[in-house]
């Protein structure tokens, strides 16, 4: 699996004055910046691992915990652990009581992305007053139901539609910031996905 | 972006009797049959377009709503519409009140996987009793930083791991059928995903 090809469209961070606290965008930029000047001292500090544990309850439903992630070499607890359910349409077979796993995946998306913007745009002192999107994704269910070895399982083609309130001149950048985004990268590119399965008795 | 190559270990679906509904692992199996037949007979009843709106709060913070579905040729409405959140931990300069981005990618895959394995085994006959999964990424957050060209945004790899209680003569069959999952296809051999950024007045 290759990395996409690194674009350089966008400026360098510069902190405004870097000897007091600077919040832009509602993030605290003295404190990314001290993040970047961290993990390039000690690359040890940016190697990450987040996990989260899944349990099916019945038909389309299952709950994901979010408990801690490793980070900054060492585990990090949440102070309250998160609970993320997943349901099925009740035309796919589903109780409707949450949104679906291919639903979540465009919430990953956004949510990625949207940070990725807000923050990349704070180090670089570009304000950010509104941000919305719309993400769609084209799927065939023929796919899934493995009727037709034609048609892929996933998303065929995603498109994210941002809005944003922002100077004008700032456009082009953002676009090439969007980039820099986790789930953009795993969605567009693929990465190594193991899947084990083990039998337990109890 | 090629489709990986699709995998035949598994066996077709086989209604017990599909004369009277049929239910394993929750599933309406009958229901599920009569899909598969429906898009067999009319491919246009498959294609489906999955959409979120998210909306930036501060920050790491995000929100996105999943109203509606289309699928089956016409516009799907929740009864009630969901409601997904994300923000970044305390570490990663957010507030910590929800999981991030890139553990809602987990969650997505977790979830879609984990309903692929109960709707096929479903159909095949195959019981599940209980199912449960844990899913790690790793991931070097350089990348998102921007600070280094060598290292991926995204994770560089995921491993779900299994415990299933079934017959052990399933487990081979299930790990087949884990490959028909949407999320699982997506996450690792990545699709179109284009973004587009418009600037707003209001």
Redesign the interface.
């Known amino acids: 699996m290759s990395?996409s090809t690194?674009e350089h469209e966008?400026s360098t961070p510069h902190p405004i004055d870097a000897s007091s606290k600077q919040v832009l965008?509602?993030?605290?930029v003295t404190?990314?910046n001290e993040?970047?000047e961290n993990?390039?001292t000690e690359?040890e500090l940016?190697?990450?691992?987040?996990?989260?544990?899944?349990?099916?309850i019945?038909?389309?439903?299952?709950q994901?915990r979010?408990e801690s992630?490793y980070?900054?070499k060492q585990e990090?607890p949440?102070?309250i652990p998160?609970t993320?359910n997943?349901d099925?349409?009740p035309?796919?077979?589903g109780h409707?009581k949450?949104?679906?796993?291919?639903?979540?995946?465009?919430?990953?998306?956004?949510?990625?992305?949207?940070?990725?913007l807000?923050?990349?745009a704070a180090v670089r002192g570009i304000k950010?007053e509104?941000?919305?999107?719309?993400?769609?994704?084209?799927?065939?269910?023929?796919?899934?139901?493995?009727?037709?070895?034609e048609?892929?399982?996933?998303?065929?083609?995603?498109?994210?539609?941002?809005?944003?309130?922002?100077d004008?001149k700032n456009?082009e950048e953002?676009?090439a910031l969007?980039?820099?985004?986790?789930?953009?990268?795993?969605?567009?590119?693929?990465?190594?996905?193991?899947?084990?399965?083990?039998?337990?008795?109890?």
């Open positions: 990395i690194i966008f965008n509602g993030v605290n404190a990314v993040l970047i993990v390039q690359p940016a190697k990450s691992k987040f996990h989260i544990k899944n349990s099916w019945t038909c389309g439903q299952n994901s979010v992630f980070g900054a990090n949440y102070e998160f993320l997943a099925e349409p035309l796919l077979a409707g949450d949104a679906n796993p291919v639903e979540h995946l465009l919430h990953a998306l956004a949510s990625c992305v949207t940070t990725t807000v923050y990349h950010i509104k941000l919305e999107s719309e993400v769609q994704g084209d799927l065939d269910i023929r796919g899934f139901l493995g009727v037709s070895n048609v892929r399982r996933g998303y065929k083609n995603i498109r994210i539609n941002f809005k944003v309130k922002t004008e456009i953002l676009k969007s980039k820099l985004s986790p789930v953009f990268d795993v969605t567009s590119n693929g990465t190594n996905v193991e899947v084990n399965i083990e039998k337990i008795e109890k």
